[in-house]
């Protein structure tokens, strides 16, 4: 079975400041890891995902994740951020059969300060 | 246009009475999965097909909850007896199945109300 924690349901930053989105997730076998994002009113989109190979994998918008498996992370980053960034962000992990389904954490509500 | 096309986009009733949802997957997609969202939460796992047939349901809350995709393309969610707390979004998606690394593309949701 798999499931993920999210770490805080909300995060601030001033515009331009790092952006730092914690992810811990647990699986009985290696995981496919995916960050979403949902921008206001429209529908969730792929940020992001994490398969096999290079364990730092680089998305839209600026946005990266480093999948390590010693601390079952998969922290979402962004150097600087903008204000577009607002958004909420949800952490997913999948089994790699076939079968597996898609399992979302709760959600960080990510806000922009200017 | 060629994304999840989910209908309708709102949905207000009354306790007691059925609602169907519809999905409208991405074409040539075979895995389609229906979630809920309710406010300030991620999206709970409903049901999972592959093709035609239900790969997964054990998200499924109750008995009065059922989904369908007869012919591998379009579903319907359906809920008997709709309560209170089935009030949410109702979330849509679809991927290419078996081939695909676990991708999906999201409709924009049915927003169902219960009053």
């Known amino acids: 079975a798999q499931s993920v924690t999210q770490l805080g349901s909300h995060v601030s930053v001033s515009e331009g400041a790092l952006v730092l989105l914690r992810c811990n997730y647990s699986s009985s076998v290696p995981p496919y890891l995916f960050w979403y994002v949902q921008y206001p009113n429209q529908g969730l989109q792929l940020l992001l995902k994490y398969t096999t190979g290079a364990t730092l994998v680089k998305g839209i918008n600026g946005f990266e994740a480093e999948f390590k498996k010693s601390e079952t992370s998969f922290h979402l980053t962004k150097p600087s951020a903008h204000m577009s960034d607002a958004a909420e962000y949800f952490c997913?992990?999948?089994?790699?059969?076939?079968?597996?389904?898609?399992?979302f954490g709760s959600g960080t509500r990510l806000s922009i300060r200017p | 246009g060629a994304g999840v096309s989910q209908t309708p986009s709102n949905k207000v009733t009354e306790k007691g009475k059925y609602v169907e949802l519809r999905c409208d997957p991405i074409s040539g997609h075979t895995a389609l999965y229906w979630y809920r969202q309710s406010l300030g939460q991620g999206p709970e796992f409903l049901i999972y097909f592959q093709g035609t047939g239900a790969a997964d349901d054990s998200g499924l809350p109750n008995d009065r909850f059922f989904a369908v995709r007869p012919e591998g393309s379009v579903s319907t969610l359906k809920i008997q007896r709709t309560e209170r707390g089935d009030s949410a979004v109702y979330l849509c998606?679809?991927?290419?199945?078996?081939?695909?690394?676990?991708?999906?593309?999201f409709g924009e949701g049915s927003r169902l109300t219960v009053l």
């Open positions: 998606a679809s991927s290419l199945g078996q081939i695909n690394t676990g991708e999906l593309f």
């Open positions: 997913a992990v999948r089994g790699t059969s076939s079968a597996s389904k898609i399992i």
